[in-house]
């Protein structure tokens, strides 16, 4: 495929809330962190790190601190994105960015995802503690992570599509 197209077969799949029980061997997670990590960030601080997140208790837990993080619990696994607590303003933009890689990569491995923000505070504070966390990182996201099951039926609370072109983009003519 034409590596535009690859690009936008992957970015335009919907997340995925819904999950079969197949389980996401470790290897997989290991390879979607291995391309993750390669995102660029400022400074190249890297101010990430991944826990990823197999065993139901935990999952059913993770899936109670946001108030639409309740996929997290029928997942097969999440991975919890920690970002430094490092007070630049640039860190959650790098968390953004390393996100994306990793819904990527498990996108052409032929998985579904779904981010989840774990909120308000008191929310993060558990998770870290949960997962043990060391000082000085936070987990404010997770992604759940899976093989894609039946869609959710129903009226969604969110608008599904994305603006168009002219709408996005004012192309500057001084
Ligand atoms: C920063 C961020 C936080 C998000 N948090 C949640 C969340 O807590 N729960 C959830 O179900 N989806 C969450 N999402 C997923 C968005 O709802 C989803 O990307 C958006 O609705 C577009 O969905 P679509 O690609 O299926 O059209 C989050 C996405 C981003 C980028």
Redesign the pocket.
């Given at each position: 495929m034409e590596a535009l197209e690859l690009i936008r077969s992957l970015t335009a799949r919907?997340?995925v809330?819904s999950f079969t029980d197949r389980a996401v061997p470790s290897e997989m997670l290991a390879q979607i962190a291995d391309i993750a990590r390669w995102t660029g960030s400022a400074r190249n601080r890297q101010p990430w790190r991944f826990i990823a997140v197999q065993d139901r208790a935990h999952l059913e837990k993770l899936g109670t601190l946001?108030a639409?993080?309740q996929?997290i619990a029928s997942a097969p696994c999440a991975l919890v994105l920690l970002s430094a607590d490092n007070g630049f303003q640039d860190t959650e933009f790098d968390l953004?960015k390393v996100s994306q890689s990793a819904i990527l990569a498990a996108t052409a491995l032929g998985l579904g995802s779904?981010?989840?923000?774990i909120y308000p505070d008191d929310n993060v504070a558990q998770a870290a503690r949960l997962l043990q966390v060391e000082p000085g990182w936070l987990p404010h996201?997770a992604i759940s992570i899976g093989y894609p099951g039946t869609p959710m039926t129903g009226s969604r609370a969110?608008v599904?599509g994305r603006l168009p072109v002219e709408k996005l983009l004012s192309i500057h003519r001084p």
């Open positions: 919907p997340a809330r946001g639409y993080a996929h953004g779904c981010l989840a923000t996201h969110i599904s």
